[in-house]
């Protein structure tokens, strides 16, 4: 289990906090197996009727480590993040998010997966793939097609806009926007909720809204695929450079 992943168990609901906040919670292959096996001892655990991620400090998840996926050769085969994904297509017990803070990438990729979000007030969520010269994951770019259309997605994924809390309201991506001091309350009240809910009933119902599991996963695989072509290309090399070196990537 990583440091930087808590797990607690109470009144049926399981909170997985990305507990890293001196770098904005950014997740490491460490930190996506740990989030994903408490998700498969989930599955398998009759007291856990219901699953509520959020983040520590003033950060959901600055999205993935870039230094630390380069170095693993990014996100396809048999990886942690792998594991991770995979598992919040498996699952039929009910997510719900508290979006404490910004959400990139991975923290805006795992809201399409999820049943309840809310998002407080200016909390914002990006997917800046192609900024990093990367491409979407979690079978997104599948996914927020299907939420809220091409023209729209395109803005998130090939501009790289930001989206506000009342944005994502707005697009059906989040349920609501709180204030700071009462959001993990809600997210922990709804989370609470479902917990009190027929758990077969609740299951079979979020199974039934899904869709095709397979679908998801083809469609990760394919993302990976290229993402990991991506990780070792001169663009990434460019992006990565620039942004730490504070300029605008230049890739001729």
């Known amino acids: 289990m990583s440091e930087h992943i808590l797990t607690k168990i109470e009144n049926r609901v399981l909170t997985i906090t990305f507990d890293r906040p001196d770098k904005k919670n950014a997740l490491t292959h460490a930190m996506y197996a740990a989030a994903a096996k408490a998700m498969q001892d989930a599955e398998t655990n009759d007291d856990v009727r219901a699953i509520l991620f959020t983040g520590s400090g003033d950060a959901f998840t600055a999205g993935n480590d870039l230094i630390d996926f380069q170095q693993a050769g990014g996100i396809s085969g048999d990886m942690p ?17 508290a979006v404490n803070g910004i959400g990139v990438g991975i923290g805006f990729t795992m809201l399409l997966h999820s049943d309840i979000v809310f998002m407080a007030e200016g909390a914002q969520i990006q997917a800046p793939f192609v900024d990093l010269a990367l491409v979407p994951e979690a079978a997104s770019s599948l996914l927020l097609v299907n939420r809220i259309g091409h023209v729209k997605a395109a803005e998130i994924f090939m501009l790289g806009k930001r989206v506000s809390a009342q944005e994502a309201t707005d697009m059906g991506i989040a349920n609501g926007v709180c204030s700071g001091d009462t959001l993990l309350e809600t997210a922990n009240k ?3 909720k479902l917990a009190k809910k027929a758990p077969q009933a609740l299951q079979k119902t979020k199974r039934l809204m899904r869709g095709d599991k397979q679908a998801l996963s083809d469609r990760m695989a394919t993302e990976g695929e290229y993402f990991g072509e991506q990780l070792q290309s001169a663009e990434v090399l460019e992006a990565i450079t620039a942004f730490f070196e504070k300029r605008a990537p230049d890739f001729g």
């Open 190 to 192: 709804a989370a609470g």
């Open 81 to 97: 993040v792998q594991h991770f994904l995979q598992a919040l297509v498996a699952t039929d017990k009910p997510i719900v998010v």
